[in-house]
C-alpha cells in the first residue's frame, strides 16, 4: 500500500470469544500484504444484538464509544460483513447525523471489500481442494459484495475474485447460491426451528456438490452451519476466508 496506512482492526463478539483464530488470520494476511495494522483493546460490541432485538436506543453508548475508538484510523478493517453494515447502516439515527460518523463511515470495510477496492490484492499461494462460499445476506445484498440472484445485473464476486487466485483451489457453483442459511442473529433463537431447517438445507447443496470446505465472511453464519454439520455427522469442514487466504500464503 503505497505511504503505508494506519488499519484499525475490528473484531466482532463471535470471532472474539469463539473464533480467535480468524482474528489472528485476518491480522496476519493484512500484515502479509503490508499493511500496519493495530487493535485497540478497548474495543466492545458494536450493538447489533441489541439493535436487531428492537433496542436501538440503547445501543448509543457502544455506537459513541466505536467511533471514538475508531475514528483517528486511516481505515477499519473487520473479518465479517454483518457487524460492518450494523456500523455503516444501523447505529441510531441522532448519531449518523454527527460528522464524526460520516467520516469514519467512508472508511470502514468487510476484508475482501477492503482486499479488493481498497488494496487491489492481487494474492497467489496454493489452496487445493473444493470449495463452497456461503454468500451472508448482510455481505451480499447490504454490503454488495456480489451479484444477488434476483438482480438482472452483470455477475460479480468480491470473495470469489479472491479466492480463485489460488492455485489448485476449485471454485464449486451451488444450486441455491445465496440463500439464506437462517442464522439471522436472533432469529436463530426466536424461530429455531424455521433456522434450523434452513441451516439443513444449505448443507445438503454443499454435500451433494462434494464441497469439501466450506467458507464465507461471516463467522455467525459459518458457526450454525458447522454446528448442524457436526449433529449430523458431515465431514465437512468450515474456515472464514481470511484463513483460507493466510494459509495460502505462508
Known sequence: MPNKKNIGLFI???????YPQVGIACLELLEKLDCQVSYPLNQTCCGQPLANSGYERDTEGSSLHFIQLFKDFDYIVAPTGSCVLHVKEHFPEGIR?????QNMRNKIFE?????T???????RGKFPFRVGYHSSCHGLRGLKLGKASELNTSFFSKPQQLLTQLEGLQWVDLEREDECCGFGGTFATSEEAISVRMGKDRLQDHIQNQVEIVTGGDVSCLMHLEGLAKRQNQPLKFMHIAEIL?????
Request: charged share 25%.
Open 111 to 115: 476484508l475482501s471489500e477492503f482486499l
Open 246 to 250: 493466510n494459509q495460502a500464503l505462508s
Open 117 to 123: 477496492d481498497v488494496l487491489k490484492a492481487d494474492i
Open 97 to 101: 447525523q454527527s460528522r464524526e460518523f
Open 12 to 18: 466482532p463478539c463471535y470471532i472474539d470469544q469463539f
